[in-house]
């Protein structure tokens, strides 16, 4: 079959990665795709935000299947839009992406099917926001209620940090996505991420995964959109995560069924563990990034089977097939990032690296300029590695980002340290 992966980032990389080793794939293209992914598919230039504009290319190159992988483009619609035309599509309708693209929306699915999650007030207006955080006190976490691109959540240990929170939201720093506003309970704990595939009917785990969202080794320094991230999450054991799946993940499911938006595609429940019990943190409507490299690395060529049976309604017959193996990757970003960044600096030693069914260097923002490769954004190559032993992963990654010669580019020297 004709595939169409919708993205650019080193989460598409990696999901062109296992498709691609599954005889299932006779064509694979990338809309935009990177200079890595280019390596190994096609990368088409395309608006993946215009329905229109998707439809026409999917009907011109004969596409049998289509994965959405970013946020952005569910939200606008873009399932829907294909589906309407037709096509198989991988990805929650509009209606189903409000688990991630509204949050107020998300609490209130939670809080119909009693899913355990942080008590919360929505706010249209700040008087009413000021007053409940001066009623409940810091620490308390306050969330622009729309997609804001990662940034749009801050967790405030003081109440000022809190009150200048919803100053800045109801200013428009977040533009629409923070005309409204949810304030939620602090919740204390150990984070994981939890991925299971929905059809609608069925619910199948497909793994668990931890990431590092600071920019510091330690866990220091501003938060990022991950550097680094590995699979599976100890913390999430086999017993946690059948109790998220009974109390969370499955009851909201059926929520969204009920309410006649059935979901569609991956979820990924962000879960925060505390004496054993897991609550929900947030839904996102996609694969993470980092969290999908390590997930496609230890899935392989079976994520494409599984990611059919789900757009097929057939999740009730798929089965997983676990390797008992972990996975690891590290995130190089360009310097100064999360800050301001400079694009344009040559890679070398790209080319000398192993790329096998334990080793793959995923490209989350290059270019290709005279031959070489050179970085284009602020998170540039997840550096991926595969082993019996989350150690043995970790010592494969690190040796192949010893290999990459970057002066531009820095990364953490302590992924997994969490679990090692
Ligand atoms: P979100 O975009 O909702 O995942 O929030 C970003 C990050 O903020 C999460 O990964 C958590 O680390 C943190 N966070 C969000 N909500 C809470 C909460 N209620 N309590 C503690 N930390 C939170
Ligand atoms: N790595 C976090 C995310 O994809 O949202």
């Not at 019990?277 to 392989?300: A, H, I, T, W």
Request: aromatic share 6%.
């Amino acid at each position: 079959m004709n595939i169409l992966i919708l993205g650019g980032g080193g989460r598409e990389h990696a999901l062109a990665w296992a498709v691609m080793q599954n005889p299932k794939c006779d064509k694979l293209i990338v809309a935009p795709g990177n200079a890595g992914i280019a390596q190994i598919a096609e990368c088409a230039a395309l608006d993946i935000l215009n329905g229109a504009s998707v439809v026409n290319f999917c009907d011109e190159n004969a596409i049998d299947f289509i994965i959405v992988g970013p946020e952005a483009p569910l939200a606008a619609g873009i399932s829907d839009r294909l589906r309407e035309a037709g096509f198989m599509v991988f990805g929650p309708s509009q209606a189903a992406a409000q688990l991630e693209a509204s949050k107020a929306f998300t609490k209130e699915i939670c809080a119909a099917v009693g899913a355990p999650t942080a008590g919360y007030g929505h706010f249209t207006d700040a008087d009413a926001a000021r007053a409940h955080i001066r009623a409940h006190g810091a620490p308390i976490v306050v969330k622009a209620d729309g997609l804001a691109a990662g940034k749009g959540v801050i967790v405030a240990m003081s109440e000022a940090e809190a009150l200048a929170a919803v100053d800045d939201m109801f200013g428009g720093e977040f533009g629409a996505a923070g005309a409204e506003v949810v304030i939620e309970e602090f919740m204390e704990g150990e984070e994981a991420s939890f991925f299971v595939l929905c059809d609608g009917k069925d619910v199948l785990a497909i793994g668990t995964a931890q990431d590092h969202k600071r920019v510091g080794d330690g866990d220091t320094g501003p938060n990022t959109g991950g550097m680094g991230a590995y699979s599976p999450a100890p913390v999430l054991s086999d017993d946690i995560a059948a109790v998220a799946m009974e109390r969370i993940v499955k009851p909201c499911m059926a929520e969204m069924t009920r309410r006649g938006m059935p979901y569609q595609g991956v979820l990924y429940a962000g879960l925060m563990i505390k004496d054993g019990q897991p609550r929900l943190v947030e839904y996102n409507v996609r694969f993470g990034d980092p969290e999908c490299q390590v997930l496609m690395m230890r899935l392989g060529a079976q994520a494409l089977d599984l990611m059919l049976a789900c757009a097929e309604g057939k999740l009730a017959e798929a089965q997983v097939h676990w390797a008992d193996d972990h996975a690891l990757t590290v995130v190089m970003a360009a310097n100064g990032y999360p800050g301001d960044y400079a694009k344009g600096s040559v890679i070398s030693g790209l080319d000398t690296l192993p790329a096998d069914s334990f080793h793959m260097c995923f490209h989350a923002g290059t270019a290709r300029e005279k031959g070489q490769f050179v970085a284009n954004g602020g998170r540039v190559l997840n550096v991926t590695a595969r082993g019996s032993t989350l150690a043995e992963a970790q010592t494969r990654a690190y040796s192949m980002v010893d290999a990459i010669d970057w002066s531009g580019g820095f990364c953490r020297g302590d992924i997994g340290w969490r679990a090692l």
